[in-house]
């Protein structure tokens, strides 16, 4: 099984700005979703943002603040966070899926704390 390496992440202060990041495998050009989610103790995990061949899309939450990104080249996947507020205070994840000729793959990070002070 595949594990995507995560960094980026930690303690920040209320209005602050973190970068992640996430080293994705080879996937299908043409059937892929990246995403990002964040989880909380006691909650389920939610999506956070997530791009695709056809767009971005993002959680309620977060438009305006953050921004998801990908290198191509360097099988990198980023999500940018701006002006943090201490309820973006989770555990993020990063996903990577993908549908090669029927074949479903789905493959996850190890998770990384962000925390957000008042």
């Known amino acids: 099984q595949v594990e995507l390496v995560q960094s980026g992440g930690g303690l920040v202060q209320s209005g602050g700005s973190l970068r992640l990041s996430c080293v994705v495998p080879e996937l299908s050009k043409t059937n892929n979703v990246m995403s990002w989610y964040r989880q909380v103790p006691g909650k389920e995990r939610e999506l956070v943002a997530a791009?695709?061949?056809?767009?971005?899309r993002y959680a309620d939450s977060v438009k305006g603040r953050f921004t998801i990104s990908r290198d191509n080249a360097k099988k990198t996947l980023f999500l940018q966070m701006n002006s943090l507020k201490p309820e973006d205070t989770a555990v993020y994840y990063c996903?990577?899926?993908?549908?090669?000729?029927?074949?479903?793959?789905?493959?996850w990070g190890q998770g990384t704390q962000v925390t957000v002070s008042s």
């Open positions: 996903n990577a899926w993908e549908d090669r000729f029927g074949v479903v793959s789905d493959y």
């Open positions: 791009v695709s061949n056809i767009g971005e």
